[in-house]
């Protein structure tokens, strides 16, 4: 069994920066693919960026070059980068763990983009 805790989350104004962490309970987090999705209210839960066991990585249309996701396997924990944050990037995210067939959710931090 795998818990994933984010933490993070906030209010900022629009062009700043945070940044998303999610710690990862339980073993072998480095075999598993980690992701970060994110849900606007009123919307559905979307993929904003996925990270492989190899380090290989993929961005929502969206976030490209705003946004970077990392792991440290040694740590056990993902992150993701975003920067020049705009209104509409405001959700609740949430980290995401896949290896085969299991996948593991976290219970999501709040990012407002606002004024």
């Known amino acids: 069994q795998v818990q994933l805790v984010e933490s993070g989350g906030g209010l900022v104004q629009p062009g700043g920066s945070l940044r998303l962490s999610c710690t990862a309970s339980?073993?072998?987090?480095?075999?598993?693919?980690m992701g970060w999705y994110r849900q606007a209210p009123g919307k559905q839960r979307e993929l904003v960026a996925i990270?492989?066991?190899?380090?290989?990585?993929n961005y929502a249309d969206s976030v490209k070059g705003r946004f970077t996701i990392s792991r440290d396997n040694f740590k056990n924990t993902v992150y993701l980068q975003m920067n020049s944050l705009k209104p509409e990037d405001t959700a609740v995210y949430y980290c995401?763990?896949?290896?085969?067939?299991?996948?593991?959710w976290g219970q999501g931090t709040q990012v407002t983009v606002s004024s």
């Open positions: 995401n763990g896949k290896r085969t067939v299991d996948t593991y």
């Open positions: 339980g073993r072998g987090f480095s075999m598993y693919a």
């Open positions: 990270i492989s066991s190899s380090g290989s990585t």
